[in-house]
Nanobody, 121 residues
C-alpha cells in the first residue's frame, strides 16, 4: 500500500521561509508525477507546483520566484522550499502523486494527509 506523508508545515511570520517534504512509501511507491496543492479555508484546492516524469517543474503564477520544488532521484521524495511567505499563502498543503499503471496510460492518484502552513502578518 502506497502512502504519501508530508512534513514541514508550521507557523511563520510574513517574509519567512518553510520547507515542506513529501515521501512516498510502500511497495512500488515510485511516482511518475508529483505535485503540491494547497487549500485555503473556503477556497478550492489549487495546484502550487508540479514535476513531470521528465523532471520539468511548473509553478502557479502566485508562487513563481518565491517557491522552489525539487525531487530526489528515485522519484519518491519531493520538497517545496517556500520563501518570502505571505499571509495569502496560508493553507493546508497536500502532496499528490500519480502513477501510470499500464501502457494505455491508466493511472492511480495518491494524496497525502496535508500539512498546515500559517503565515502571520
Amino acid at each position: 500500500q502506497v502512502q504519501l506523508v508530508e512534513s514541514g508545515g508550521g507557523l511563520v511570520q510574513a517574509g519567512g521561509s518553510l520547507r515542506l517534504s513529501c515521501v512516498a512509501s510502500g511497495r512500488r511507491s515510485s511516482m511518475d508525477t508529483m505535485d503540491w496543492y494547497r487549500q485555503a479555508p473556503g477556497k478550492q484546492r489549487e495546484l502550487v507546483a508540479g514535476v513531470s516524469s521528465g523532471g520539468m517543474i511548473n509553478y502557479a503564477d502566485s508562487v513563481k520566484g518565491r517557491f522552489t520544488m525539487s525531487r530526489e532521484q528515485g522519484r519518491n521524495t519531493v520538497y517545496l522550499q517556500m520563501n518570502s511567505l505571505k499571509p495569502e499563502d496560508t493553507a493546508v498543503y497536500y502532496c499528490h502523486g500519480r502513477k501510470i499503471v499500464n501502457v494505455e496510460g491508466a493511472y492511480v492518484d495518491f494524496w497525502g494527509q496535508g500539512t498546515q502552513v500559517t503565515v502571520s502578518s
